[in-house]
């Protein structure tokens, strides 16, 4: 297996940093800089295999909406093991697919896992047992956030789950500082400069907007689901199981 590139994207000056988009070039280095980047990553792709051990049903669907490079879909696929059910993994860059395609190619599951090339709003959500929104909910408008919520409770069969991890913000404007500060204590720990975690900051500003714990649960109730908890939190990072 080869080693993912090290992620050096912002390590020198850049005279205007542009909007964060996942093209080629964050495709060749995502594996390194989500893992550098977001606190747990790897504990969050360990539990959704053990909860797709425990949600998937037979002859059903499981969906990564927002694949990039297919993490959270190769951790659907070895919780599935041998139960019949498919992956659906959806995403919108087609830089992130094509890699995609080749890690799935060299991986040992047998689950099937269907790559589309497409806009999560535009996808319906049918006969699923698990879905999962990791770290991709952030990246939408905030406004078209509930609608896609609420197709993906319309999609999902009784006793299903919805995966939903985000980066959060807090009311409080001490907890703000905090989380951020640690944050960014977490990024250094992993290697970066204080000019990339900067400019990755600026990059981001427009394109992802967090938000609070509290309005992640409310909009999980008012899209139909009945239920909502946080299983984990490492600082700013959450991921919460919402039940059907």
């Known amino acids: 297996m080869t080693t993912p590139s090290r992620d050096t994207l912002y390590a020198v000056p850049i005279t205007a940093v542009a909007d964060f988009c996942f093209d080629e070039k964050v495709a060749e280095v995502f594996p390194d800089m989500i893992q550098r980047s977001v606190p747990g990553y790897g504990t969050i792709l360990s539990a959704i295999s053990l909860l797709a051990t425990r949600f998937a049903q037979p002859d059903s669907h499981c969906y990564d909406l927002g694949c990039s490079l297919g993490g959270a879909s190769l951790a659907l696929r070895h919780g599935i093991g041998q139960t019949p059910c498919r992956i659906i993994a959806v995403d919108n860059s087609p830089a992130m697919l094509r890699r995609c395609q080749s890690l799935i190619a060299r991986d040992d599951g047998t689950a099937p896992i269907d790559l589309i090339c497409a806009d999560i709003r535009d996808i319906t959500v049918v006969d699923a047992s698990l879905v999962v929104l990791n770290f991709t909910l952030q990246f939408l408008p905030p406004p078209d956030r509930l609608p896609l919520l609420r197709r993906v409770y319309r999609g999902l069969k009784p006793g299903s789950a919805l995966i939903l991890s985000e980066k959060l913000a807090f009311t409080d404007s001490r907890q703000q500082a905090l989380h951020i500060d640690m944050h960014h ?29 509290e309005l992640h649960r409310a909009r999980l109730t008012e899209a139909g689901f009945a239920s909502s908890e946080t299983w984990f939190q490492y600082f700013n990072f959450a991921s919460l199981i919402a039940l059907k």
């Not at 204590?185 to 714990?213: H, W």
């Open 185 to 213: 204590a977490f990024k250094r720990a992993q290697g970066y400069s204080d000019l990339e975690i900067s400019q990755k900051r600026s990059a981001l500003e427009n394109v992802m907007i967090p938000e609070t714990l």
